[in-house]
């Protein structure tokens, strides 16, 4: 499985929700709990700004993956290595830098 490589902007956001299931009974009582073993999985909103030789290489990197074929992205918070699919990926062109914007959802 392939890895990453460029570099993302610093200010990026990690979107922590847990995955629960809620049961409400009649005397307010609410039973939670996770959905599966994975129910804690992250979404990374991150962009990229790289010069538009480099962003053709990351639009190819993209087009491999199709949208839903997983890689490993390392958050660069914990340096960890997270599994994560990103489907889609919007850019803005300039002459020289090109920023890609997009959201890692993280794999199981």
């Known amino acids: 499985m392939e890895t990453f490589k460029w570099c993302i902007r610093p200010n990026y956001s990690i979107d922590n929700e847990p995955d ?5 009974f009649g005397d307010g009582y609410t039973q939670r709990r996770p959905n599966g073993i994975h129910a804690q999985l992250n979404t990374y909103s991150v962009s990229i700004k ?14 491999r993956h199709k949208g839903f074929l997983p890689f490993y992205f390392i958050d660069p918070l914990t340096k960890q290595r997270k599994k994560v699919i990103c489907k889609k990926w919007p850019a803005k062109v300039g002459q020289t830098y090109t920023e890609i914007n997009c959201d890692f959802k993280e794999e199981p």
């Not at 629960?20 to 409400?24: A, H, L, N, T």
């Not at 010069?51 to 087009?63: G, R």
């Open 50 to 63: 790289a010069h538009n030789k480099s962003a053709v290489e990351i639009f190819a990197f993209f087009e």
């Open 20 to 24: 629960i299931s809620e049961v409400e």
